[in-house]
């Protein structure tokens, strides 16, 4: 069986060539600059755009399954020629947005359900992966860390249940190398409620250090991301901050029924990129 990444130096999709390597698939794996992976010999390697569907000409050959980020503008072009190279299985990284009311109005909530809805009108099989936020969110405030251990924010207690990308790997290994998760639509977050104060004492308590959150106007906080994040998803990120003040956001347990193992916590996804906070 083959399997092709795209998105192979992303930080889930860097963690599925790992996963399925371990299992001895033969993986492929595309970037748009290539020359940047570094990936063991045995993975092939290609160029390929997801919204240029004739780069993936070569690559898509004798594919049986895919992963798939949904980033693409123009999704249906992209999965006619998936499906025309005779690849079945489809695992796509969703988000669990699109479980939101409203999500057919939100901007990050529509993107997402327009890709699923291409993915399900292509006919090819399917497993949307929708995982809630990522806990590496938090290496946005490594810069303020490093420099003076503080992290301005609008809305320190917005609660989150931040899931760990090796996770949603993790789930996506076991979609691709298998039937199990066909058709099902996983809804991965991590173990734990946790306000975005108490992420940054938890990564503070990792590193020895004692760092503070400065409060922000909602202005200075889109101010400070427009340097770095564009526009709209600046607006994204703050309304889902201010949303979640004193939320219960789901645990869905999720991975832990699939994997039979514990979902990561906030502080292990620390531990794990401890050098991005000293
Ligand atoms: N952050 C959150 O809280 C959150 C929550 C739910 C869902 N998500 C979704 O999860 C994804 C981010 O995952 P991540 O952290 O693993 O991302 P990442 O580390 O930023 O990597 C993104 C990957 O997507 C590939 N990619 C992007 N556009 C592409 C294109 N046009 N053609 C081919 N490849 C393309 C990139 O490949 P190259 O650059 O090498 O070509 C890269 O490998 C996003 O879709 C995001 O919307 C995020």
Redesign the pocket.
């Known amino acids: 069986m083959t399997v092709l990444v ?10 599925v060539v790992a996963g399925l390597l371990e299992r001895g698939v033969d993986v492929r794996a ?5 020359e ?2 570094s990936l063991p010999e045995q993975v092939g390697v290609f160029a ?5 569907p004739a780069s993936f000409a070569e690559v898509l050959e004798s594919v049986d399954r895919i992963f798939l ?5 123009q999704p249906q072009a992209l999965l006619a020629a998936v499906a025309a190279a005779g690849v079945r299985h489809v695992v796509l ?5 699109v479980t939101f009311p409203g999500a057919a109005e939100d901007f ?1 909530g529509s ?2 359900l327009a890709v699923e809805r291409a993915v399900e009108e292509s006919g090819l099989a399917y497993t949307f992966l ?5 806990a ?2 938090a290496a946005r405030w490594s810069w303020g860390i490093k420099a003076d251990g503080a992290v301005p924010l609008p809305y320190p207690e917005a609660v989150q249940a ?2 760990h ?1 090796q996770d ?1 790997a993790d789930v996506a290994v076991v979609a691709l190398t298998g039937d199990s998760l066909i058709g099902k639509r996983p809804v991965l977050t991590g173990p734990e409620r946790l306000s975005l104060r108490e992420q940054v004492a938890t990564i503070g308590e990792v590193i020895g250090r004692r760092l503070s959150v400065i409060e922000q106007t909602e202005q200075e906080s889109s101010a400070m991301l427009s340097r770095y994040v564009p526009e709209v998803w600046v607006r994204q990120i703050i309304k889902g901050w201010r949303e979640a003040v004193g939320a219960t956001p789901i645990i869905s347990g999720e991975y832990t029924q699939i994997t039979a193992r514990p979902s990561r916590t906030f502080r292990t996804w620390v531990d794990d990129n401890i050098d991005l906070f000293r």
């Open positions: 795209v998105g192979a130096s992303g930080s889930v999709g860097g963690g595309t970037s748009r600059t290539p940047k992976l390929a755009d997801m919204n240029d980020y949904a980033d693409l503008a990284l969703s988000s669990s947005s990050n993107r997402f929708r995982p809630g936020g990522f590496s969110n931040p899931v990308e949603i």
